[in-house]
C-alpha cells in the first residue's frame, strides 16, 4: 500500500513557464513533508519541507503548498530553468527518522 | 570533500555470492539510513541506525545485515545474493531521528547487479 503517491510520471514545461509538481499521502499522521531533486547517477538532493501545521513554504524559486483536507501538496518552481530538469520525490515524514517517498516525476524544461 | 560516502559505487556478481557496500558520513550526523530504490524507482527504508544502535528495520530478508561500527559509519552486508536483490542501494544520514525534517544528506547510491 503506498501511502505517498506521485501520479504524473513525467512533466514538460518551456523555460520561464511555471513548473508544478504534484503529491498525494494517505496518511494523516505525517508531521513533514519534502521534496527532494535527483539527478542521473546521483543520490537525492533536499530541495524544501513543509510542516503538517503549514499551509506554504517559500524558498527562492520554490515553494510547497500544502491542503491538508485534501491530502495533497505540490512543488511549485518559478521561473523554470533548463538545470531543473531532474526527477523530483516528494517524501513524508512518519517520525523515528522515516521518510516514505513517492514514485518521482521526471520534469523536463525544454530552452 | 564528500559529505556521504559510499563504496562501490557499481557491483556486478554473480547470485549466491556474499557482498559488502560501506558508507561513511562525515557530516558529524547521529543518524544514518540505508534506502533501497527497485526497478520501479521507489525509494524504500532498509534500516536506520541513531549512534550505532538499530532503530529501524523494515521487512528486509535476514540476509542482509547492517553494521555500524561508529556513528559516522554504517555498512550493509548482504549473504547468499538473489537476482531480485539487483538495485541501487542508498545510504544516508541526518543530524538525529527528528531531524528527517530537515532533509536526509544522501549517497551518490551504489548499482547492485546480480548475475
Known amino acids: 500500500d503506498q501511502q505517498v503517491k506521485q501520479n504524473s510520471p513525467s512533466l514538460s514545461v518551456q523555460e520561464g513557464r511555471i513548473s508544478i509538481l504534484n503529491c498525494d499521502y494517505t496518511n494523516s499522521m505525517f508531521d513533514y513533508f519534502l521534496w527532494y531533486k535527483k539527478y542521473p547517477a546521483e543520490g537525492p538532493t533536499f530541495l524544501i519541507s513543509i510542516s503538517s501545521i503549514k499551509d506554504k513554504n517559500e524558498d527562492g524559486r520554490f515553494t510547497v503548498f500544502l491542503n491538508k483536507s485534501a491530502k495533497h501538496l505540490s512543488l511549485h518552481i518559478v521561473p523554470s530553468q533548463p538545470g531543473d530538469s531532474a526527477v523530483y520525490f516528494c517524501?513524508?515524514?512518519?517520525?523515528?527518522?522515516?521518510?516514505?517517498f513517492g514514485q518521482g516525476t521526471e520534469l523536463s524544461v525544454k530552452p | 570533500d564528500t559529505a556521504v560516502s559510499q563504496t562501490p559505487k557499481y557491483l556486478v556478481t554473480q547470485m549466491g555470492n556474499d557482498k559488502s557496500i560501506k558508507c561513511e558520513q562525515n557530516?558529524?550526523?547521529?543518524?544514518m539510513y540505508w534506502y533501497k530504490q527497485d526497478s520501479k524507482k521507489f525509494l524504500k527504508i532498509m534500516f536506520s541506525?541513531?549512534?550505532?544502535?538499530?532503530?529501524i528495520n523494515e521487512t528486509v530478508p535476514n540476509r542482509f545485515s547492517p553494521k555500524s561500527p561508529d556513528k559516522a559509519h554504517l555498512n550493509l552486508h548482504i549473504n547468499s545474493l538473489e537476482l531480485g536483490d539487483s538495485a541501487v542501494y542508498f545510504c544516508?544520514?541526518?543530524?538525529?531521528?527528528?531531524?528527517?525534517?530537515?532533509?536526509?544528506?544522501f549517497g551518490s547510491g551504489t548499482r547492485l547487479t546480480v548475475v
Open positions: 517524501a513524508a515524514s512518519q517520525g523515528g527518522g522515516k521518510l516514505i
Open positions: 557530516l558529524g550526523h547521529d543518524t
Open positions: 544516508a544520514s541526518s543530524q538525529s531521528i527528528r531531524g528527517a525534517r530537515y532533509g536526509y544528506t
Open positions: 541506525y541513531n549512534n550505532k544502535e538499530l532503530i
